[in-house]
Every structure is written in C-alpha cells, then in structure tokens.
C-alpha cells in the first residue's frame, strides 16, 4: 500500500530530534498537518507522542488515514503503541469539545532545556504546557535576575512563571483554577524553586488588574489568556478580543515606568484596539516567538507593550 506519509515523517524526524536533543527540548512539535490528506498534528514529548486531529471529521474519518499514521511513527520514531495518544476535537453547537481515545491518565516530566514541567495526558486536551510559547520562556529565562518582579496573569500551570523564577525573578502568579495554581506549585517544587519565595493568587485576573493596589510594582506583566472563559467564580465571561484593552490597562498600571507587558493570544483574527497602538509603546513580537518547529507561523500573536 503506498504511504505517503512516511518519507515526510522521517525527514521531519531527521532534522528535529536532533535540533531537540541539542537544545534538551524534550516536547517539540514533530508534524503539522504538512499533507493534506494527513490533516493531524504531532507533538513529541520525550518518548511519547500526542496526536490531534485538526481535518473535517464527515470528509477526513471516511478516508481512516489514522492508522498508517501510527504505524509511520511508530517504524520512524521508536515509540510504541502504548505511549501514542489521540485526541479527536467534535463541535457540538459553538463548543469544541475533545474525545479521548484512550483511558487512563498519564503523568510524566519533561525537560526544556534547564526547565522542567509535569505533564498530563488523557485527563483533557490540556497537557499542561503550551510548546508554542518556548521561545519566550527561554527569553525570560536568560534574560531576568534576582532583582525582578514578575506578575502572571492567567498563570495556567506556572510555565512561565517557572522560567521567571529560575532566573531569580519574585514571581506573582494570578489564576481563578485552584488546579492549575496546586500544579503550578508541582512545577516549582519540580524546578527546586522555594514556594514561600513566591505568590500564587486565586482570583479572577479582570478583578484582579481592577482591584489591585500593587501600582508600579512590577518590571515584567504577562497576560496569556484564554480566548473566551466562563465560569461561575467569573463575575463575568472573558472575550479576549472585547476584553483586551480593559487587561492590557490594568496592566500598566501594575509595571514600573519601564516595566513590559506581554500580551499573548491564540485569536487568529485578534487585533490590538487602536488605543492602545495609538498611546503605547508596541512591537509585535510574533514572527520572532514562532518556534522553529512549529510550521503554523498564525498559531499565535505575542506583543511587548509599554507606557
């Protein structure tokens, strides 16, 4: 049977595992929907594999590319059957909503570059990381010492957080999910980082940015938010599009007089309001924080904003 797939895969192979293991990434993204008859996307993570399927499911499932797939990263990469994971995305109405192939949750730790972070697969779509935002963890990474003060808004698993305070950064991590908070937590204990060193605050971040008293405190905001949110502890939804402006504000008036905002999102269509490229200092950071293993180049949009 021919399988057009494989000579693509071991090219792919080829070239980032070795790029991978040079830099100690030990999640990248392996393949990106590069044929169109193989709408997928493939994520390594260390000697595991995650699968998600991003085609039409009435025109793609007819066409059960699925298994050759599998078969061509397992003969390509190494990995088994059982540490290859599949999520299948479904519309119902306006929400996406994922199935899981499989049963069972999987933890595991992976390494990017001096950086560690707890992985979880099979318990949603979220693993617990965002491999497409690397390049700027590497950035603070490198760049923070002892003397800055970091606010994370929307802190999710405390990824960048982590960066942050293992360059010696006193981190403030703000989110409304008491999970991601306790995994955060996981993560800094991961990285032997000292919890008491540092904040981790319940709260919903466009309260938090409304309410705050802390002017002036911080030399770095990041605000990575969902682009929509609803939850009952919200007194309101989160639309990052209608809200950003309202965020970015708040945040502002958070940093020093040279303090940076990163403003990062995932809306393909999003657009800064023209407030805020009218009377701020703004450089679109994107084609830079695009990893060099992601062929996507819209998979998200980052800005650094000042005063």
């Not at 595992?17 to 993570?45: C, E, M, S, T």
């Not at 990469?77 to 540490?83: A, E, F």
């Not at 119902?92 to 707890?118: A, H, P, R, W």
């Not at 999102?265 to 407030?275: I, M, P, W």
Request: charged share 30%; hydrophobic share 35%.
């Amino acid at each position: 049977m021919n399988n057009p797939i494989i000579g693509r895969l071991k090219k792919l192979y080829k070239h980032k595992a070795k790029w991978a293991r040079k830099n100690n990434f030990q999640a990248y993204r392996l393949y990106d929907k590069d044929i169109p008859d193989f709408p997928y996307v493939v994520d390594i993570y260390k000697n595991k594999c995650l699968i998600h399927f991003r085609g039409n499911q009435e025109i793609d499932a007819k066409k059960n590319h699925y298994p050759i797939l599998e078969e061509s990263i397992i003969e390509v990469t190494g990995i088994s059957k059982t540490d290859i994971h599949y999520l299948e995305r479904s519309v119902q109405t306006d929400v996406s909503s994922y199935m899981k192939s499989q049963s069972g949750e999987v933890n595991f730790n992976i390494e990017e570059g001096d950086l560690s972070f707890q992985i979880k697969f099979n318990t949603s779509v979220d693993t617990g990381i965002f491999i497409d935002h690397r390049p700027l963890r590497q950035k603070l990474r490198k760049e923070l010492n002892e003397e800055t003060k970091v606010l994370n808004l929307f802190s999710h698993t405390g990824c960048f957080s982590v960066a942050c305070a293992k360059a010696g950064a006193t981190v403030t991590s703000v989110d409304l999910s008491n999970t991601y908070l306790a995994w955060s937590k996981e993560n800094f204990a991961l990285n032997a980082i000292e919890e008491s060193l540092h904040r981790f605050i319940k709260a919903d971040v466009l309260q938090y940015v409304e309410t705050s008293t802390e002017n002036g405190l911080f030399d770095i905001v990041i605000l990575d938010p969902p682009t929509y949110s609803q939850s009952k502890s919200m007194e309101k939804s989160l639309d990052i599009q209608r809200d950003h402006r309202e965020l970015v504000k708040g945040a502002l008036k958070l940093v020093k007089p040279l303090g940076k905002v990163y403003l990062s999102t995932y809306l393909r269509d999003f657009k800064l309001h023209q407030e805020i490229v009218d009377y701020c200092k703004v450089k679109d950071l994107t084609k830079w924080s695009i990893p060099e293993d992601f062929r996507d180049a819209k998979i998200h949009k980052l800005f650094e904003i000042m005063k």
